[in-house]
């Protein structure tokens, strides 16, 4: 891998981590035209896009860090320094127990399929192009039948545990974990925002257990030169993650996901198109 297509990948899963069209898809569709993923080793490329997710987990860390550290005071405090009953804790405090309960699923279904996961299944461009138009098309079911009236304060354990079980639907590759969990948000009443809000906030867990799993494992065979690869596109991805999570949130407030959903589908049909000339194989 070179420096160029270090700073390329970057800039993808920076820009696509975060919004609803799959940094998955994205990377491996720019890893195939590259060739940089190995038929015989393709857990080195799970490695890699985890690895460089560490970057945008930074991003997200930097951007929601007076939410987290509100969450996480009020958590501590009305938890372990001044125990209330679940049911009269402060909203901070309930958002900690929803983000804890929303990522249950996908840490039981992340280790139950971890084989599959790391396997050659999920770096599958038919598997990826089918899941980015499938799921564009849920996400129109939510943004034509969402009510986008519930706020952030309305939220329940109900929602964060449906919002939670969507989100495991992003291990499956060009689903998106942005993209799966704001339908879900849009489907339960939610606005736009909130249910952004809380896919953002969901995703630190998830991204951070990968992340530095993938790291130790990957540790074995990053030599010298690929570190200095991967460490630049992570940086690149974790700056370019903050202005897209900016971006995003600032679009959804006056904006429906339509142009994501199209996104999604010329995506898909265009990789099926190369597929089908054999410009790239599966």
Same mark, same amino acid.
């Given at each position: 891998m070179s420096i160029t297509e270090a700073v390329f990948l970057g800039i993808i899963q920076g820009l696509t981590e975060f919004l609803p069209i799959s940094s998955t898809g994205h990377l491996t569709l720019a890893g195939k035209l590259f060739k940089l993923i190995s038929e015989s080793n393709p857990e080195k490329w799970t490695a890699f896009i985890a690895v460089i997710q560490l970057g945008t987990l930074l991003a997200v860390l930097v951007y929601f860090r007076r939410d987290l550290s509100a969450i996480a005071i009020a958590f501590f405090k009305d938890n372990l320094f001044a125990p209330k009953a679940i049911g009269k804790q402060s909203p901070? $405090?309930?958002?900690? &127990?929803?983000? /804890?309960? !929303?990522?249950?699923? =996908? *840490?039981? /279904?992340?280790?139950?399929?971890?084989?599959? /996961?790391?396997?050659?299944?999920? +770096?599958?461009?038919?598997?990826? $192009?089918?899941?980015? =138009? *499938?799921? !564009?098309? /849920?996400? !129109?079911?939510?943004?034509? &039948?969402? +009510?986008?009236?519930?706020?952030?304060?309305?939220?329940r354990w109900p929602d964060a545990l449906l919002i939670g079980i969507a989100q495991s639907f992003a291990l499956i590759p060009g689903a998106s974990r942005s993209g799966t969990t704001i339908t879900a948000g849009l489907l339960l009443g939610f606005n736009r925002e909130t249910a952004a809000r809380f896919s953002f906030l969901l995703s630190i867990p998830a991204i951070a257990a990968s992340g530095m799993l993938q790291f130790f494992q990957s540790l074995g065979y990053l030599d010298r030169s690929l570190a200095v690869n991967v460490i630049l596109a992570g940086l690149l991805a974790g700056i370019v993650g903050y202005l897209s999570i900016e971006f995003l949130l600032r679009y959804l407030k006056r904006q429906s996901t339509a142009i994501f959903i199209i996104y999604r589908i010329v995506l898909g049909l265009f990789m099926l198109v190369l597929l089908n000339r054999g410009v790239i194989s599966p």
């Open positions: 901070d $405090s309930l958002w900690g &127990w929803y983000l /804890i309960l !929303a990522t249950l699923p =996908i *840490i039981v /279904i992340g280790l139950g399929f971890k084989t599959v /996961i790391e396997g050659t299944f999920t +770096k599958n461009l038919y598997v990826i $192009s089918g899941s980015l =138009i *499938i799921f !564009a098309l /849920i996400l !129109a079911l939510g943004e034509r &039948w969402g +009510k986008f009236s519930r706020l952030s304060g309305e939220l």
